[in-house]
């Protein structure tokens, strides 16, 4: 009876530790789920635990074994050898009195009732090592899909917020080859411009060097005829008359004033425009007006003529 209170004391004092540290566990692994807090430690803890129940349960075992090698002896010395076996984990024991008796049940009765109680504490370890390894399993299982789940929370922010860089640099390179597009555009319409703007004046240019050459054209003939005149005159035969060198000398009088008038008439043509003293030298474009000299063009924004807009000038070299 002693060995039997001995081992319901301890197999009552076990569950209740197991049970507290059941809650203490259970209230750590809450608090672990409700956080993501559940590490790698305090699986080692639980390890660790049933590591210690499974050595306390082989202690108990052990003692078991000793207090009935301990009763077996003091069967014994009462006269009654006792020879125990042990078959698929169930221990039975059987007395036989030295003097060919009779056996005694009420002696082999405590004997059972504690192998029946050691074997059912057995069973009841080995379920509830098996209950907490699959409750461990589960919580680790639970514990992957979290960290799994977080982890794809992550990943998916990370991308989305790669997504988000990568579609602004698309954007902004785009807006900037809109940008380059204009810009080469406008250029190509003020290259069009510039090369518009340069036959007009490689064709101003032919037409004023045209202009020149008939002009140095018709000085050249007017030399010419003024030689030609001068040599006529030069050749006459003086056994004329005088009456007739009279004419001559008055139509020649005639002649010279109307010259002179005509060169007064040029002269007044060719002087500036601006001063009225200097001669004309700058012709401005687009009129094509000579009417200016070099010192006062600087000032003149319009033709002093028609008073159309300066837009360029040209010196003229006029010999």
């Not at 919580?139 to 799994?148: A, M, P, S, Y």
């Not at 033709?303 to 003229?316: L, Y």
């Amino acid at each position: 009876m002693a060995i039997q209170a001995q081992l319901y004391s301890e197999n009552l004092g076990f569950p209740l530790c197991g049970s507290q540290d059941l809650m203490m566990m259970d209230n750590g692994c809450g608090g672990g789920f409700g956080q993501f807090a559940f590490n790698v430690q305090q699986q080692q803890q639980l390890q660790q635990k049933l590591q210690q129940q499974q050595l306390h349960m082989q202690e108990i075992q052990n003692q078991h074994q000793h207090q009935q090698r301990n009763q077996s002896f003091w069967f014994s010395e009462n006269n009654y050898p006792v020879s125990a076996s042990k078959n698929n984990n169930l221990l039975t024991t059987t007395t036989t009195p030295t003097d060919n008796s009779s056996t005694h049940p009420s002696m082999a009765c405590p004997s059972h009732s504690l192998v029946a109680q050691v074997e059912k504490h057995r069973q009841e370890i080995d379920q509830y090592l098996k209950s907490q390894n699959e409750r461990l399993r589960l919580i680790l299982q639970e514990q992957r899909k979290q960290q799994i789940t977080t982890m794809m929370k992550k990943v998916e922010l990370k991308t989305q917020a790669i997504l988000r860089q990568k579609d602004e640099e698309i954007a902004r390179g785009a807006s900037r080859v809109m940008q380059l597009e204009d810009l080469l555009r406008k250029l190509e319409m003020e290259n069009e411009a510039w090369k518009r703007v340069a036959r007009e004046n490689e064709a101003m240019v032919v037409s004023l060097n045209n202009t020149l050459e008939q002009m140095r054209e018709r000085a050249s003939c007017c030399m010419v005829n003024k030689e030609a005149e001068d040599a006529e005159s030069c050749c006459d035969i003086g056994n004329e008359n005088r009456g007739g060198e009279k004419e001559e000398e008055e139509e020649e009088g005639e002649t010279g004033d109307s010259d002179m008038e005509g060169k007064g008439l040029k002269m007044s043509m060719m002087v500036c425009r601006g001063c009225n003293s200097r001669s004309s030298c700058i012709l401005f474009l687009p009129c094509r007006h000579l009417c200016s000299c070099k010192a006062c063009e600087a000032f003149l924004d319009s033709c002093p003529v028609c008073r159309m807009p300066k837009k360029a000038s040209i010196e003229a070299l006029i010999f």
